[in-house]
Structure formats: C-alpha cells, structure tokens
C-alpha cells in the first residue's frame, strides 16, 4: 500500500469553507480501483495549512486516477491558486511498512 501526502494551505478566511466542502466532495475517486481512503489534516501549529492524505495500494492506481476523466471533474470546482483561495503544495508518496505482529 502507498499513502500520498498532498499539501495545501488556505487563507484564514477561507478555512471554514475549505473544511466543509470535504463534505460535500464528488465522490469519484471512492470507486477508483486500488482506492483505500482518505483524510484531511489540519495542521494545529500552522493555522491554514491542511494535508490530504490518500491511501492507494499501488502507485499505479493512484496515477490512474490522476490521469482520469473523473479526477479532472472532481477537480472541476477547486479554486487551487486562484485569487484568494487555497494554494497546493507539493505531493509526497510512502509505501507503508507491514507494522502488525504476526504470529
């Protein structure tokens, strides 16, 4: 399994926004294949700045979702650098380490 770490940072005004458009996301990306879930951290020490997470079990899949029809529609409504809205950062990926005992 892959996770990948997607940086964003809001203006303060806009952070109540951001937070509840979460909620009322697409939806495309729940029936990609290889899709495991995802997460949205806010970042307690730097106010406006936010970390989705992704959890992929390959790469692959993570990248054909990325090229996909449905990615670009359900980025369709992203204000990313746009005038006052969020700016993206950088995207990071992790393999995830087996870390349950096994017997």
């Given at each position: 399994m892959i996770v990948s770490f997607f940086h964003?940072?809001?203006?303060?005004?806009?952070?109540?926004?951001?937070?509840a458009?979460?909620?009322?996301?697409?939806?495309?990306?729940d029936s990609m294949q290889g899709?495991?879930?995802?997460?949205?951290l806010r970042d307690e020490a730097t106010p406006?700045?936010?970390?989705?997470?992704?959890?992929?079990?390959?790469?692959?899949?993570?990248?054909?979702w990325a090229?996909?029809?449905?990615f670009a529609m359900?980025?369709?409504h992203s204000n990313a650098g746009g005038a006052g809205g969020p700016a993206a950062g950088g995207i990071e990926f992790y393999e995830v380490v087996p870390s349950t005992p096994t017997e």
């Amino acid at each position: 399994m892959i996770v990948s770490f997607f940086h964003v940072t809001v203006p303060a005004e806009r952070a109540a926004g951001f937070e509840a458009s979460w909620s009322k996301r697409a939806g495309l990306v729940d029936s990609m294949q290889g899709f495991q879930g995802m997460d949205v951290l806010r970042d307690e020490a730097t106010p406006g700045h936010y970390v989705v997470l992704t959890r992929w079990a390959t790469k692959a899949d993570y990248e054909a979702w990325a090229t996909s029809p449905a990615f670009a529609m359900g980025h369709s409504h992203s204000n990313a650098g746009g005038a006052g809205g969020p700016a993206a950062g950088g995207i990071e990926f992790y393999e995830v380490v087996p870390s349950t005992p096994t017997e």
